[in-house]
């Protein structure tokens, strides 16, 4: 019904910045919220940062003064700017959004992850 794809992982020495983004598609009457998880290997997935209503943000401790999410309503799209990062952020990330479906359904949806990697 809903496809997120991301895009922007890779590899990065400590104390650079890359950013991730994240197009929503399909049958999307609007969305409610927009965020990014990750995961390091051997961890449980995590909150890194969200988004709703494209005004109100909230953080992992972690990550904040280093990390921005923002989102473009009209493309559907959210961006994680991450800065300053360090070898700790090394993980898979995954954009998730919640969704109320054309068909009226308030539905969460995934996206396939993009690895991150940060090391010298």
């Known amino acids: 019904q809903v496809q997120l794809v991301e895009s922007g992982g890779g590899l990065v020495q400590p104390g650079g910045s890359l950013r991730l983004s994240c197009a929503a598609s399909g049958s999307i009457f609007s969305i409610n919220a927009m965020g990014w998880y990750r995961q390091a290997p051997g961890k449980q997935r995590e909150l890194v940062a969200r988004?709703?209503?494209?005004?109100?943000?909230n953080y992992e401790d972690s990550v904040k003064g280093r990390f921005t999410i923002s989102r473009d309503n009209a493309k559907n799209t959210v961006y994680l700017q991450m800065t300053s990062l360090k070898p700790e952020d090394t993980a898979v990330y995954y954009c998730n959004a919640r969704v109320l479906t054309r068909g009226l359904q308030n539905l969460e949806f995934w996206g396939q992850g993009t690895l991150l990697t940060v090391s010298s």
């Open positions: 988004i709703t209503g494209g005004i109100s943000t």
